[in-house]
């Protein structure tokens, strides 16, 4: 389970949640945890911040206050939430920047990694508490930038990788090259984490290039617009043809939201402005992910996943049940 540090350390609070007991403790998630960086919000909230060695400033969204984090700060703040995983500060460049833009946030998100790294090894923490320490890869869309990077992050010896500077506008050939690229030339002993991607294929192919781990809003900001993701392909709950299907959303998924309602339901649900559809296809899709990645790991264990992904997109491309 992922947790926005940015938005835990407005609300509820960073003492709240260390209070509680950590994040999984405070959320009653029997699981392991993981907090981002904020690096994102860096990109995201590009018109009220300001970037400097020291870290990055800019406009809280909750109040308008000045927020400033620093590589230090969003380690101590990582450390209070206690999530099993903790991410150093970055720069996340946005698409389209120039080659000399670019290098200069792989620079700054090099030397802040020294830096997170160092506050990192200098905390008094029992081996029983200690969490892993993720660093993140920029480069943008640049093949020298990312091999750059690679080298001076790994040089660090963190726990695991980020691969950032993704799913922020490049086109999708892009993204699938720069993530092969970056899985080619990372360590293997270290988890590969593509940051903010993505749907059902980009997971799929990125898999093939070497990426462990995703982390992305689309289950649930697409179940919010009423799409959900199935074994053979996207429904839109909000087309009229659902009002009489009977069926359920997806007759091979063992979810809550498909084995107790039909389409039909969901359609008046949604058309009606139900929040209660929101969340059952929601939680649909967040099911749905989940069992596709378990799927994903069994046929790679079992020596079998090329067949085994060419027959998921086989259901997905069946274009008589795609919307």
Not at 33 to 42: A, E, I, P, Y
Not at 280 to 302: E, K
Request: proline letters at 5%; glycine letters at 10%.
């Amino acid at each position: 389970m992922l947790g926005n540090t940015y938005h835990l350390l407005h609300r509820p609070g960073v003492e709240v949640v260390k209070l509680a007991g950590g994040l999984a403790r405070f959320m009653g998630w029997n699981g392991p945890t993981l907090t981002d960086s904020g690096g994102f919000q860096v990109f995201s909230l590009s018109s009220t911040r300001k970037v400097d060695e020291e870290g990055v400033t800019f406009r809280s969204v909750y109040d308008g206050a000045l927020v400033k984090l620093t590589p230090e700060s969003v380690f101590d703040i990582q450390r209070d939430i206690g999530a099993d995983i903790i991410y150093g500060l970055d720069e996340c460049p946005p698409y389209p920047a120039s080659h000399s833009e670019v290098a200069r946030a792989v620079a700054l998100t090099t030397r802040w990694a020294q830096r997170f790294i160092a506050q990192s090894r200098n905390s008094s923490i029992d081996d029983a508490e200690r969490q892993a320490v993720f660093l993140i890869v920029q480069g943008g869309v640049f093949d020298d930038l990312r091999q750059i990077s690679i080298d001076e992050i790994s040089a660090l010896e963190p726990d695991g990788i980020g691969i950032g500077g993704v799913s922020v506008g490049e086109p999708r050939p892009d993204l699938y090259r720069i993530a092969a690229l970056c899985c080619s030339g990372l360590p293997p002993q270290w988890p590969r984490h593509l940051m903010g991607v993505g749907t059902p294929q980009d997971l799929l192919e990125c898999i093939t290039c070497g990426v462990d781990m995703f982390d992305c809003v689309i289950p649930t900001r697409n179940g919010r617009n009423g799409q959900a993701f199935t074994s053979e392909g996207i429904v839109n709950l909000r087309l009229a043809e659902r009002r009489l299907e009977r069926k359920p959303l997806d007759a091979r998924c063992r979810c809550y939201t498909c084995a107790t309602f039909t389409r039909s339901y969901l359609h008046h649900l949604i058309t009606s402005g139900e929040f209660l559809g929101l969340r059952l296809i929601s939680l649909h899709n967040i099911y749905y992910y989940q069992s596709l990645m378990s799927a994903a790991r069994s046929a790679i264990v079992a020596g079998k996943f090329k067949s085994w992904r060419q027959e998921v997109e086989n259901g997905w491309r069946d274009v008589r049940k795609i919307d």
